[in-house]
């Protein structure tokens, strides 16, 4: 087992590392910016390296210097949490150089599930139901118009790399593809520095459905379940749940049996994430896989009491899973809203100095956030600044606490989404479960105002 792990990345996912290693007896060092020289991961590290300025291309994102603060601080093995350099493979390649075990799959794999449209050939051939679409990167408008011909509109213009929605665009008819087609590439190579895109079938307001995997070196494959991801805003996840209110258990042993069988045809190791859409029918296509822990793990984590940040730990340190699937349970329901540094209704972000700080408890309440009382939300990085989650015998327990634990959470000094989380909660079609990628569209349209008494 490592006996210190460095973890390259800031906030809450930090201290959710922080907390695992400690249970296991591993010391930790913790890397930051200028900008976060006072945050709470850095005080409950138990060695620390300032590795730059604020600005992330200069600090978390610059591979030498985490490196250099591995190496000084005689660190075994890297974990990079999520976002920043978690599905790097360069930064997964340079550890392995440098004889330092970077927690996650290896760096292969992070290459091929990295590549969107390589990931859809992989997931072909392993078996795994794929939208329609081109077989590879597109070479040309041409090239998209006759696949778009032939699939039938809508389709979606989609980049090879990256995620958040960037280098996205959807194409309802002929007419929008050439506009669509040069944004889409634009937008993916400034974001991402990779201009590819694909096209695949548009699907109209699926639900968004992911699979949680876990892998060892041993050819050991579990799934977790599924996690529904359908309340998102601009392709940003707002809510997460576990299990989807969608799912029957006969689906959910269907395609965990399918996300397993492909995982183990690609060699995945480690911890990981099946994405799929869901459409009306019942039917599930391939999306995309995510190679790094994901932000909403703590639902699975409550509802099979499996903690995926070791299991990641002991599997990069060469241990066999912990358990069959055979032995994973699934017992009562999980829910997580992502609270932002934002106005609930504008969505602009909210940075500032952070006055008072109250974070909910009770029964069935889980809060992993790094945030406290004169802490400062800084503009340089993503402004969620905790994960509340509830969890409850079955959803409608879950619904209420989650309610109740978001009532009495004060923050004061900067806006934040709980107000809108609230509103969502409270959402018959939410509470009934009737969710697709399309519930938040339909949910911002401001109603219409009353016409007065008379009025024609």
Do not use: W
């Amino acid at each position: 087992m490592f006996k210190k792990i460095l973890i390259a990345n800031r906030g809450e996912i930090a201290l959710r590392v922080i907390l695992a290693c400690r249970e296991m007896g591993i010391r930790t060092v913790a890397v930051y910016s200028e900008a976060d020289e006072h945050a709470l991961h850095v005080r409950f590290a138990d060695e620390d390296v300032c590795i730059g300025p604020p600005r992330a291309t200069d600090s978390y994102l610059n591979v030498p210097a985490i490196i250099s603060a591995a190496e000084i601080t005689g660190s075994d093995a890297i974990h990079p949490g999520y976002g920043f350099l978690s599905e790097s493979a360069y930064l997964a390649e340079v550890c392995e150089a440098c004889h330092i075990k970077f927690i996650g799959p290896d760096p292969q794999v992070i290459r091929l599930m990295g590549d969107k449209a390589r990931a859809r050939r992989a997931m072909k051939k392993a078996g795994v139901p794929i939208l329609p679409g081109s077989e590879g990167t597109l070479e040309s408008e041409d090239q998209a118009l006759k696949i778009a011909h032939e699939i039938g509109y809508p389709v979606l213009i989609k980049a090879t790399a990256g995620g958040g929605g960037r280098g996205m665009r959807v194409v309802r008819n002929p007419s929008e593809m050439s506009r669509a087609f040069r944004t889409a590439s634009r937008e993916a190579e400034a974001a991402f520095g990779v201009a590819d895109v694909y096209v695949e079938k548009y699907l109209e307001n699926p639900r968004h459905i992911e699979f949680q995997i876990l892998g060892d070196h041993h050819g050991n494959v579990v799934h977790l379940g599924e996690r529904e991801c359908s309340v998102q805003r601009r392709h940003q996840k707002l809510i997460e749940e576990s299990p989807s209110p969608a799912l029957t258990e006969k689906m959910r042993r269907k395609v965990g049996a399918i996300v397993v069988d492909a995982a183990r045809d690609v060699q995945y190791t480690n911890a990981g994430t099946f994405e799929f859409l869901m459409d009306p029918d019942g039917k599930f296509y391939f999306m995309e896989a995510n190679t790094r822990l994901q932000v909403e793990h703590g639902v699975t984590e409550l509802v099979t009491g499996v903690d995926i940040v070791k299991e990641q730990i002991r599997v990069a340190a060469g241990e066999r899973l912990a358990f069959k699937q055979s032995e994973i349970t699934f017992s009562g329901h999980a829910i997580e809203c992502r609270v932002n540094a934002e106005c609930p209704t504008t969505f602009v972000p909210s940075p500032g100095t952070v006055h008072v700080f109250s974070a909910p408890g009770g029964p069935g309440i889980r809060v992993d956030t790094a945030m406290h009382a004169d802490a400062t939300v800084t503009p340089y990085y993503d402004s969620m600044i905790a994960k509340i989650m509830a969890y409850g015998r079955d959803r409608d327990e879950a619904i209420a606490r989650m309610r109740r634990a978001l009532e009495m959470t004060v923050i004061e000094g900067i806006k934040t989404s709980i107000p809108m989380h609230l509103r969502i909660l409270a959402d018959p079609d939410f509470q009934a479960g009737r969710l697709s990628t399309g519930f938040m569209e339909r949910f911002l349209v401001p109603a219409k105002p009353e016409k007065p008494a008379g009025a024609a």
